[in-house]
Nanobody, 115 residues
Framework: QRKFVESGGALVQPGGSLRLSCSAS????????LSWYRQLPGKERESVAT????????NVADSVKGRFTISRDDVQNILYLQMNNLKPEDTAKYYC????????WGQGTQVTVSS
């Protein structure tokens, strides 16, 4: 059964940092391009960043360029999102999925940026 479990979300002050983790199972992790997504309050889910099978970062949202870094560990089947210089507008629930978002969604992890 294909499964994603996101973790690492928290309440953080503006300018702070967080690292999100996504543990995946039920499929050949290293064979797929993977993405982080987020859903802001009252808005549709959007893609934040994508990492290819070979570890190249692509399709980074303009709003997070230079602040967020996506990475992957194909041994432990974990996808990461390092988030620096967080802003209140980054407040959202964060999810991981394939680049095509064709697997079931996990529960997500809540990131709240507020002073």
């Amino acid at each position: 059964q294909r499964k994603f479990v996101e973790s690492g979300g928290a309440l953080v002050q503006p300018g702070g940092s967080l690292r999100l983790s996504c543990s995946a199972s039920g499929f050949t992790f290293g064979h797929l391009a993977l993405s982080w997504y987020r859903q802001l309050p009252g808005k549709e889910r959007e893609s934040v960043a994508t990492i290819t099978r070979t570890g190249d970062t692509i399709n980074v949202a303009d709003s997070v360029k230079g602040r967020f870094t996506i990475s992957r560990d194909d041994v432990q089947n974990i996808l990461y999102l390092q988030m620096n210089n967080l802003k209140p507008e980054d407040t959202a629930k964060y999810y991981c999925n394939t680049k095509c978002a064709n697997f079931n969604w996990g529960q997500g992890t809540q990131v709240t940026v507020s002073s």
